[in-house]
């Protein structure tokens, strides 16, 4: 713990040392002139120098203690994919749709828009991880709808765009149809 407080103090001092001797823009009676405030360049470039090789041997301490109480420690585990899926879903029932995009996908984001208020209570009556698995269609939970694959959900967002009436297009025969009398008898201001 110390040699971490000690690369922080070492990184604020190299900040400081950086900030000190960039130039600064000083008034000179007539023009902006550029002047470090701080001692000569080269003193400068120097201390700035010494707090870098200060601050790698402070990394790499810290990085040695650090690494080895990790190899000690056990592995903690890491989290599962069903129950981010499920509490993602459990924030979009929520409400919160920010940042459920990223962990869900589009065919689970569409199946959790389509049920209605009761089957999302049925739904989101169960833990984090259930809800997971009933998403990736691991273990389904058998009041409810089942979700849509990948493939079967494209499937079917194609067919219903294709369902779709494609709009009428529009020919105009006249270009300046629309436009203000005065705008189709004079000509453009870098023409006249």
């Given at each position: 713990?110390?040699?971490?407080?000690?690369f922080?103090?070492?990184?604020?001092?190299?900040a400081?040392?950086?900030?000190?001797?960039?130039?600064?823009?000083?008034?000179?009676?007539?023009?902006w002139?550029?002047?470090?405030?701080?001692?000569?360049?080269?003193?400068?470039?120097?201390?700035?120098?010494?707090?870098?090789?200060?601050?790698?041997?402070?990394?790499a301490?810290?990085?040695?203690?650090?690494?080895?109480?990790a190899?000690?420690a056990?592995?903690?585990?890491?989290a599962?994919?069903?129950?981010?899926?499920?509490q993602?879903?459990l924030?979009?029932?929520?409400?919160?749709?920010?940042?459920?995009?990223?962990?869900?996908?589009?065919?689970?984001?569409?199946?959790?828009?389509?049920?209605?208020?009761?089957q999302?209570?049925?739904l989101?009556a169960?833990?984090?991880?259930r809800?997971?698995?009933?998403?990736?269609?691991?273990?389904?939970?058998a009041?409810?709808?089942?979700?849509?694959?990948?493939?079967?959900?494209?499937?079917a967002?194609?067919?219903?765009?294709?369902?779709?009436?494609?709009?009428?297009?529009?020919l105009?025969?006249?270009p300046?149809?629309?436009?203000?009398?005065?705008?189709?008898?004079?000509p453009?201001?870098?023409f006249?």
């Open positions: 713990m110390r040699s971490v407080v000690r922080v103090a070492l990184i604020m001092k190299a400081l040392a950086a900030m000190a001797a960039a130039p600064k823009l000083v008034w000179d009676g007539v023009r002139v550029a002047r470090s405030l701080s001692g000569a360049p080269g003193q400068a470039a120097a201390a700035q120098a010494e707090a870098v090789a200060e601050i790698q041997a402070a990394a301490e810290a990085e040695q203690d650090l690494a080895a109480p190899a000690a056990p592995a903690a585990p890491s599962d994919a069903s129950v981010e899926w499920g993602a879903a924030r979009f029932l929520a409400g919160q749709r920010r940042g459920v995009e990223g962990t869900l996908d589009e065919p689970a984001l569409a199946y959790l828009g389509a049920l209605s208020s009761e999302q209570a049925r989101a169960h833990p984090a991880r809800i997971g698995e009933h998403l990736l269609r691991e273990r389904r939970i009041s409810l709808p089942e979700p849509e694959d990948m493939a079967t959900w494209r499937r967002e194609i067919e219903r765009l294709c369902r779709q009436p494609l709009p009428e297009p529009v105009r025969v006249d300046w149809a629309g436009l203000p009398r005065e705008a189709r008898s004079r453009a201001p870098a006249a």
